[in-house]
């Protein structure tokens, strides 16, 4: 069933990130208007516009959806200008699920802040911003070209970095400008990188700039350039040793902001690494709209397969040594962003699929968790961990949902993350097998960190259930209703797709062949133009 009476068929590609975006500007419309007519603003009212619009964009992502799954590849181009210096929005299954998985997100923590940002001001701010970056977001995901892809990749940039400082105390400006700075380096990397490739290749465009490259695939240049680029986009993935912003950005920002950042925002940055790379520095040899696409001279799955272990070791290391609840779940943010890595680090069809499936049990398990230390922080006014010591006596449903999370973290049936956990491994153990012995010793390193990850997950539950209650957490009271709806959802969403994971299967599969299989997307995109 495809939604049409929102939009019509040729737009299906762009709606998803239009509605977010005008939903923004009639928020801020609404707000001025009532302030300029000296009336408040109702928060529900701020909150009620919002989560329209994010269910609209749901809506549009799902019958684009409809579209793409039955028809391949979807395309959208500004005036029906394609080519080299086109504006060009395509999408397919891969694109579908991050959208869908962002735009889910928007609407659960828009849902979440209903209770938790009560007693914030700026409220207006606060979700125009939070529904922008959600749009652009949308819309790294759909760009077809380097310059969109640019465009929206900084616009959710500077949305994120005023959300993590958005309560103006020191804490969150300290952290907004270490995310800033280490953002624009990494934005420079892109940029410097987009602009070596349009003087390579003549083009902007994805599609056409892969077919130039192929006229070449041994230039010395296009190693520096996967390097290059992987490092650009790997600042705001959090792979290490460019992660240093998000142990501070995290605790600092609100908790419904800090789930985005952890749940999905850090993914734009591994999406623009892999669609790259897949993109336009082929690993293999095939033959697409006409074209023979040869391997490039860089083994870049290789790259990710080392950034990969040296994530996610990095990671549980820092996290094992924390006592702040939010600083211990960002740096397990940047060990879970390891296994990503090592996923799709592997170049085959089953380790797309399972890393595709990572992605949505990350974002799904990771925005559980702080929602709940939002809530405990909400509580009792404390992240650290010894404060935490007994809450579930005081806030049994939160610190229950908090356990789910910390299960499906730790790969533990009946949670969506026990079948993640174990697909990736059995991913890489099959890599090994299949096309060289290195990346059996990264598994090794990578079941030798899902160990290691035990000890500070079962350390979190082991405060919060079972230790004698602090004097802190004695006055802690329950989360609002809105919190408890919108952290209920998340966790019933992990156990339902824990005890029946097929249908999140047969779309991450879906997801990871159109990735691994990116001929259907280039030849989309040049079907409205040539270089």
Same mark, same amino acid.
């Given at each position: 069933m495809q939604f049409n009476f929102l939009f019509t068929p040729d737009l299906a590609v762009v709606v998803p990130v239009m509605i977010p975006i005008i939903t923004a500007l009639f928020l801020t419309l609404v707000s001025e208007s009532l302030g300029f007519l000296k009336k408040r603003v109702p928060h529900s009212l701020l909150a009620g516009i919002a989560t329209l619009g994010f269910a609209l964009t749901l809506l549009g992502v799902y019958s684009l959806s409809q579209s793409v799954w039955t028809d391949g590849a979807q395309v959208f181009t500004w005036g029906g200008l394609g080519g080299p210096l086109g504006v060009v929005l395509a999408a397919d299954m891969f694109s579908i699920v991050l959208m869908g998985l962002?735009?889910?997100? !928007?609407?659960? #923590? @828009?849902?979440?802040?209903? !209770?938790? %940002? /009560?007693? $914030?001001?700026?409220?207006?701010?606060?979700? %125009?911003?939070?529904?922008?970056? @959600? !749009?652009? %977001? /949308?819309? @790294? @995901? #759909?760009?077809? $070209?380097?310059?969109?892809?640019?465009?929206f990749y900084e616009t959710m940039g500077l949305s994120s970095f005023v959300l993590v400082a958005f309560r103006r105390n020191w804490e969150g400006i300290e952290a907004a400008i270490k995310y800033l700075m280490m953002s624009a380096i990494g934005s420079t990397l892109v940029l410097y990188s987009a602009s070596y490739l349009y003087g390579l290749t003549g083009t902007l465009n994805l599609a056409s700039m892969a077919v130039a490259i192929q006229a070449d695939p041994t230039n010395p240049l296009l190693p520096i350039l996967v390097a290059m680029l992987t490092a650009g986009f790997g600042v705001k993935g959090a792979v290490v040793p460019f992660a240093a912003w998000l142990a501070d950005a995290h605790p600092a920002a609100p908790s419904g902001i800090s789930a985005m950042l952890s749940g999905v925002v850090i993914k734009v940055g591994i999406y623009g690494i892999l669609r790259v790379n897949t993109t336009l520095f082929s690993s293999g040899s095939s033959i697409i709209a006409g074209v023979e696409f040869l391997a490039t001279s860089i083994n870049w799955p290789l790259l990710l397969g080392v950034f990969a272990v040296v994530t996610m070791t990095a990671g /549980?290391?820092?996290?094992?040594?924390?006592? $702040?609840?939010?600083? %211990?779940?960002a740096y397990s943010s940047i060990t879970q962003i390891g296994f990503i890595l090592f996923a799709f680090g592997t170049a085959t069809p089953f380790g797309y699929e399972s890393g595709t499936l990572y992605i949505v049990s990350h974002a799904l398990t990771k925005g559980l968790l702080f929602l709940c230390a939002g809530a405990f922080l909400h509580s009792i006014g404390s992240r650290d961990l010894r404060d935490l010591s007994g809450i579930a006596r005081k806030m049994p449903i939160t610190a229950a949902f908090f356990a789910v999370g910390l299960l499906s973290l730790m790969g533990m049936p009946p949670t969506l993350g026990f079948y993640a956990k174990i697909l990736i491994l059995y991913a890489g153990v099959q890599a090994g097998v299949v096309i060289g012995g290195y990346y059996l010793l990264f598994s090794l390193i990578a079941i030798f960190n899902a160990l290691i990850g035990l000890g500070y997950y079962l350390r979190m539950l082991n405060y919060t259930w079972f230790r004698p209650i602090s004097e802190r957490a004695v006055n802690a009271h329950s989360a609002s209703k809105s919190m408890i709806f919108a952290m209920g959802v998340l966790a019933i969403a992990l156990l339902a797709l824990g005890i029946y994971p097929a249908p999140i299967y047969i779309i991450a599969e879906a997801a990871g062949n159109a990735l691994y299989h990116f001929g259907d997307l280039i030849s989309c995109i040049l079907s409205v133009g040539s270089p």
């Open positions: 962002f735009s889910f997100m !928007g609407f659960i #923590v @828009v849902v979440y802040s209903l !209770g938790y %940002m /009560n007693e $914030d001001t700026g409220l207006a701010q606060y979700y %125009m911003l939070l529904l922008i970056m @959600v !749009g652009a %977001m /949308n819309g @790294v @995901v #759909v760009s077809g $070209d380097l310059f969109t892809l640019f465009m /549980n290391f820092y996290a094992l040594t924390q006592t $702040d609840l939010k600083r %211990m779940l």
